[in-house]
């Protein structure tokens, strides 16, 4: 015979006994991420539009600027007279300091409207990256369009079609720690200045302002100065002002420190 449970047993018992089940923890909101790129909007100011006069001092090198060239053109030179002799192993050393010290590139693409938007990338990315961002950025009824990056002066394009550019890292393509390209579209009615550039609304939504350039109206630092003079003293780098110094230090012969001979 089949035994039916009655109200009181022990099944019952424990199924009114359970604990309620804990609530689901309700997974907390995720913060927005920070962009990963940079829109500049266009300069809009004369004083922003127009180069702003340099004076003279900006135009004399200082010590440490002239030991820098020096130093360059010692390198320069030791590398066309090396060339020959270098071997593949020595090529590929020189190839990876290269990318070491450059782990990532800055790109900046400006746009006919002079507004540019600035992205970094891993200096071992192609340049097929730089477009797919691009063209990631533009409006929905843009992005079939085809369009090219190249730099100026001298005029050099980048082309995904070009086996000699499509393989080549943005490093190797001397883009690298940073640089500008500008864009042209296939349908040269979105080229003229005085056309917005066709990005997302929610990329322009976040222009700003482009940063403004140095002050070089600003006396020079004590550093420098204290650095000019070191250098100048030393007597390895002449600067303005050391010749007079030279002769005032200069002690004076017996000779003419004695009067004519009566």
């Known amino acids: 015979m089949s035994t039916i449970d009655q109200p009181g047993s022990s099944t019952e018992a424990t199924q009114s006994t359970a604990p309620p089940a804990p609530p689901t923890a309700t997974s907390a ?3 927005a991420e920070a962009p990963t790129f940079k829109y500049y909007r266009p300069p809009t100011s004369t004083s922003a539009s127009q ?3 340099l004076p003279e001092s900006y135009f004399t090198p200082t010590a440490a600027e002239l030991r820098a060239q020096q130093a360059s053109l010692s390198a320069r030179t030791d590398a066309l007279v090396n060339a020959p002799l ?3 192993v020595q090529r590929e050393a020189e190839e990876k300091a290269r990318h070491a010290r450059w782990p990532q590139t800055t790109i900046r693409v400006k746009f006919s409207d002079r507004s540019q938007l600035e992205k970094t990338f891993p200096s071992t990315d192609k340049i097929k990256a730089v477009y797919a961002f691009v063209r990631g950025s533009l409006r929905e009824d843009v992005k079939p369009i085809k369009f090219v990056l190249y730099q100026t002066p001298p005029k050099r394009e980048f082309k995904v079609s070009d ?5 080549l890292s943005l490093v190797d393509l001397q883009l690298a720690p940073s640089s500008m390209l500008l864009l042209r579209f296939e349908d040269d009615s979105l080229n003229h200045s005085d056309v917005p550039a066709p990005l997302n609304p929610s990329i322009l939504a976040q222009a700003q302002d482009l940063p403004l350039p140095p002050n070089f109206d600003q006396e020079p630092s004590k550093d420098f100065a204290k650095d000019s003079g070191s250098a100048s003293s030393s007597g390895k780098v002449p600067v303005s002002g050391s010749s007079a110094s030279t002769k005032t230090d ?4 017996k000779w003419m420190k004695l009067g004519p001979k009566k």
């Open 29 to 31: 909101p995720t913060p």
């Open 51 to 53: 180069p702003r006069e």
């Open 163 to 167: 086996p000699t550019v499509r393989d």
């Open 250 to 253: 200069m002690k004076m012969p």
């Open 86 to 88: 270098r071997t593949r």
